[in-house]
């Protein structure tokens, strides 16, 4: 389950050293891009910066990086074993969230990087992840409505809670297309413990030298925010101006409007859409992509939608689905590390897809047969275009089959799909 507090992290990091400045991003959407990009700035800067996201999407230890590398498996193992045995002589109790945290500051404490992105977990004030000492920076990404059983049920609420990784005198990065309540709220806080909210800006030189039509009008506000943070946070002399472009340039984000190729799995030689829209903002971001990029000249789109138990799905549906289209429900299988998070059953996802117009010879119920639901959504879609969506944990089971798929290729079939 999810138990939200700084008592038991605190305890557990007490020993760890934390020398190094941090930059820590907030929100309900963007926040694993803004981190994405801040680090790449940081790296091209020539700063040894270390950054942790969640939840990992293949294997555990890929949400904790070192200079733009997943750490290695020995790496970590030895880290959070060094956790696991702190929490159980100090009978903490500590969260399987809360372990992961502890054991990416110890990594970044023995790697001896200079500054840290991280990204927070759930919500901000009572996050895990702010127990960071040492903040250079703080952001709040775009906010919406997610999580209310924990955060609140109005933006209002979400915010305030949000806006609780700031520290007095430590600037904060807002996402200046929030809307105004969110504003407000965010600056009323700052102005209470002493500081200054700065909102994100595509007024730079910076982002002269890229072009907006390479970006979705998301991905340029995530990118203003990153570059805003960085500006800030970046106190060394030299201008790496010039080697920021590039870096940005060469950023993949992972579940996030991804093209991928399911060859190995089902045969079908087309790309396929990959997201983890799993809010209604991100299905708003993505239902543009989609009528703007795949749906032109398609007469429909299949998807494949997983979501975790208690999501609105209506609210997530309503931009995405199509009378036309095709649904295939599945449920992700056991997120490792994260034992509260439950999928939804797919005849629930089936229901809201058949109450948002899709009709009900049009529906396929996988279980919890992936391959299965992309050979399905493969033999329907007819080589137009298919979406994967609904949940991280779905992108997750997607890029680790496709994985494993390859892997047997090479290794019994001796070659590469």
Same mark, same amino acid.
């Not at 696991?84 to 404490?109: C, K, M, P, W, Y």
């Not at 060469?250 to 089902?266: F, H």
């Given at each position: 389950?999810?138990?939200?507090?700084?008592?038991?992290? %605190?305890?557990?990091?007490?020993?760890t !050293?934390?020398?190094?400045?941090?930059?820590?991003?907030?929100?309900?959407?963007?926040?694993? *891009?803004?981190?994405?990009?801040?680090?790449?700035?940081?790296?091209?800067?020539?700063?040894?910066?270390?950054?942790?996201?969640?939840p990992h999407?293949?294997?555990?230890w890929?949400?904790?990086?070192?200079?733009e590398?997943?750490?290695?498996?020995?790496?970590?193992r030895?880290?959070?074993?060094?956790?696991t045995?702190?929490?159980?002589?100090?009978?903490?109790?500590?969260?399987?969230?809360?372990?992961l945290t502890?054991?990416?500051?110890?990594?970044f404490a023995?790697?001896k990087?200079?500054?840290?992105?991280?990204?927070v977990?759930?919500g901000?004030?009572?996050?895990?992840?702010? =127990?960071?000492?040492?903040?250079a920076v703080t952001?709040?990404?775009?906010?919406?409505l997610?999580?209310q059983?924990?955060?609140?049920?109005?933006?209002?609420e979400?915010?305030?809670?949000? &806006?609780?990784?700031?520290?007095?005198?430590?600037?904060?990065?807002?996402?200046?297309?929030? %809307?105004?309540?969110?504003?407000?709220?965010?600056e009323?806080?700052a102005?209470?413990?002493?500081?200054?909210?700065?909102?994100?800006?595509?007024?730079?030189?910076f982002?002269?030298e890229?072009?907006?039509?390479?970006?979705?009008?998301?991905?340029?506000?995530?990118?203003?925010?990153?570059?805003?943070?960085?500006?800030? &946070?970046?106190?060394?002399?030299?201008? !790496?101006?010039?080697?920021?472009? !590039?870096?940005?340039q060469?950023i993949?984000?992972?579940?996030?409007?991804?093209?991928?190729?399911?060859?190995?799995?089902?045969?079908?030689?087309?790309?396929?859409l990959?997201?983890?829209?799993?809010?209604?903002?991100?299905?708003?971001?993505?239902?543009?992509? =989609?009528?703007?990029?795949?749906r032109k000249?398609?007469?429909?789109?299949?998807?494949?939608?997983?979501?975790?138990?208690?999501?609105?799905?209506?609210?997530?549906?309503?931009?995405?689905?199509?009378?036309?289209?095709?649904?295939?429900?599945?449920?992700?299988g !056991?997120?490792?590390?994260?034992p509260?998070?439950? &999928?939804?059953?797919?005849?629930?996802?089936?229901?809201?897809?058949?109450?948002?117009g899709?009709? &009900?010879?049009q529906?396929?119920?996988?279980? %919890?047969?992936?391959?299965?639901?992309?050979?399905w959504?493969?033999?329907?879609a007819?080589?137009?275009?298919?979406?994967?969506a609904?949940?991280?944990?779905?992108? *997750?089971? =997607?890029?680790?089959?496709?994985?494993d798929?390859e892997?047997?290729?090479?290794?019994?079939?001796?070659? *590469?799909?």
């Amino acid at each position: 389950m999810i138990e939200l507090g700084l008592a038991r992290i %605190s305890r557990l990091v007490q020993q760890t !050293p934390q020398p190094w400045k941090a930059i820590h991003v907030a929100g309900t959407n963007g926040k694993g *891009s803004i981190c994405a990009y801040i680090s790449a700035m940081l790296h091209a800067s020539g700063v040894r910066c270390g950054r942790f996201n969640s939840p990992h999407l293949v294997d555990r230890w890929d949400c904790i990086a070192v200079d733009e590398q997943a750490v290695q498996e020995s790496v970590f193992r030895k880290a959070e074993n060094l956790v696991t045995r702190r929490n159980q002589a100090e009978d903490i109790g500590a969260s399987e969230f809360e372990l992961l945290t502890a054991t990416a500051l110890e990594v970044f404490a023995r790697e001896k990087i200079e500054m840290g992105v991280i990204e927070v977990g759930l919500g901000g004030r009572l996050d895990a992840t702010n =127990v960071l000492r040492n903040k250079a920076v703080t952001v709040i990404s775009k906010i919406g409505l997610d999580h209310q059983s924990f955060l609140g049920n109005t933006i209002e609420e979400i915010a305030r809670e949000k &806006a609780g990784i700031m520290r007095p005198g430590v600037p904060c990065v807002l996402d200046k297309s929030n %809307s105004p309540a969110v504003q407000r709220v965010v600056e009323e806080y700052a102005k209470e413990i002493g500081t200054d909210v700065i909102l994100s800006s595509t007024e730079s030189s910076f982002l002269d030298e890229l072009s907006q039509e390479d970006f979705e009008p998301h991905q340029w506000e995530n990118l203003a925010c990153a570059y805003t943070a960085f500006h800030l &946070a970046y106190t060394k002399l030299e201008s !790496p101006l010039h080697r920021l472009a !590039p870096a940005i340039q060469g950023i993949n984000w992972p579940g996030r409007l991804q093209t991928l190729d399911i060859r190995s799995v089902t045969g079908r030689s087309e790309s396929v859409l990959l997201d983890g829209a799993h809010n209604a903002q991100s299905a708003q971001v993505l239902g543009s992509y =989609v009528d703007n990029r795949l749906r032109k000249g398609a007469s429909k789109v299949t998807w494949v939608l997983a979501s975790s138990q208690g999501k609105e799905l209506d609210e997530i549906f309503r931009p995405l689905l199509r009378s036309g289209d095709c649904v295939a429900a599945i449920e992700f299988g !056991p997120v490792d590390g994260m034992p509260w998070i439950q &999928a939804m059953p797919a005849p629930e996802i089936l229901t809201a897809a058949s109450a948002a117009g899709v009709d &009900a010879t049009q529906l396929y119920n996988a279980g %919890s047969n992936l391959s299965g639901s992309l050979r399905w959504a493969t033999t329907v879609a007819a080589g137009g275009p298919i979406v994967i969506a609904g949940s991280l944990y779905l992108a *997750s089971d =997607v890029l680790r089959l496709l994985r494993d798929a390859e892997n047997f290729n090479r290794r019994i079939l001796g070659y *590469s799909s």
